[in-house]
């Protein structure tokens, strides 16, 4: 599908992730990718109750973000669309058993793009404010709508994905991530964190660990998290953070004649 876009904005992007500690699965479930050239960037969270049956999802996460990424070869740079891009993955991804969530993110001119399934997202902020994050599909508490492969037989749709289009401007800031941030950092949070690297300059990369350590540390601490308030309207008893793999992706979106 060819866009009709404004402006020529770019995105520039970084990328941090924290697994979860466990020594005999040290990659643990999460995965992502992002190129420059493109202009475009994923996250995958396997889903972690596959362990009981022998599987590691993380595998499939893995070899869905690479499928991804290798796919993104057949695209025009500046003009990847997120949904086909889901879709060839999926398809692709026969190798190993499992299921993920999924979330990708493109940028052609001035229009951000994006294929989101299950509970990984992403928000836009502007001007220090949340002005566009997605909203989870689960199809009931901590159970994401996932795409996956078992028995030689697809799990889910990637056409289930919410399909996003909207318009960006230059300093806009694009945090990415699987459910390890958002359940452990609250939107005002991630808006303030995102605030004070501004004023520091801080590159992409720094702002992501930035945002992936507070994401751990909340886990870890006794607080209160958004997990915590999702639980608890949804009947469910959990007090603080969730411990979980935790990757976020950060892209600032500049003017092109900066860039590549
Ligand atoms: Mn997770």
Not at 161 to 181: F, H, P, Q, R, W
Request: negative net charge; proline residues 4%.
């Amino acid at each position: 599908m060819e866009m009709e876009t404004g402006q020529d904005l770019m995105m520039l992007i970084g990328a941090y992730y924290i697994p979860k500690h466990n020594p005999s699965k040290p990659l643990g479930d999460d995965a992502y990718f992002f190129s420059h050239e493109a202009q475009v960037m994923g996250v995958a969270d396997g889903v972690g109750g596959w362990a009981r049956k022998g599987i590691d999802a993380g595998k499939y996460s893995r070899l869905l973000m690479r499928n991804a990424e290798d796919s993104v070869e057949d695209c025009r740079p500046h003009d990847v669309d997120p949904m086909r891009l889901l879709v060839e993955s999926f398809m692709n991804t026969t190798e190993v058993e499992g299921s993920s969530t999924a979330c990708i993110v493109s940028l052609a001119g001035d229009l951000l793009r994006a294929a989101n399934l299950g509970d990984s997202g992403f928000m836009v902020i502007r001007g220090g404010k949340t002005f566009y994050k997605t909203e989870a599909q689960q199809h009931s508490f901590n159970y994401p709508y996932q795409i996956g492969w078992r028995h030689s037989t697809n799990i889910g749709s990637p056409e289930e994905a919410e399909d996003i289009v909207l318009g960006v401007e230059v300093g806009d800031v694009i945090v990415l991530g699987t459910d390890g941030l958002f359940d452990n950092v609250f939107e005002e949070d991630i808006e303030k964190i995102v605030g004070l690297c501004l004023e520091k300059n801080d590159p992409p990369e720094i702002m992501a660990r930035k945002l992936a350590g507070t994401a751990v540390k909340n886990s870890l601490e006794d607080k209160t998290t958004p997990f915590e308030v999702a639980a608890y309207d949804a009947g469910v008893g959990h007090f603080g953070g969730k411990y979980d793999d935790v990757t976020v992706l950060v892209a600032c979106v500049c003017d092109s004649i900066f860039g590549i």
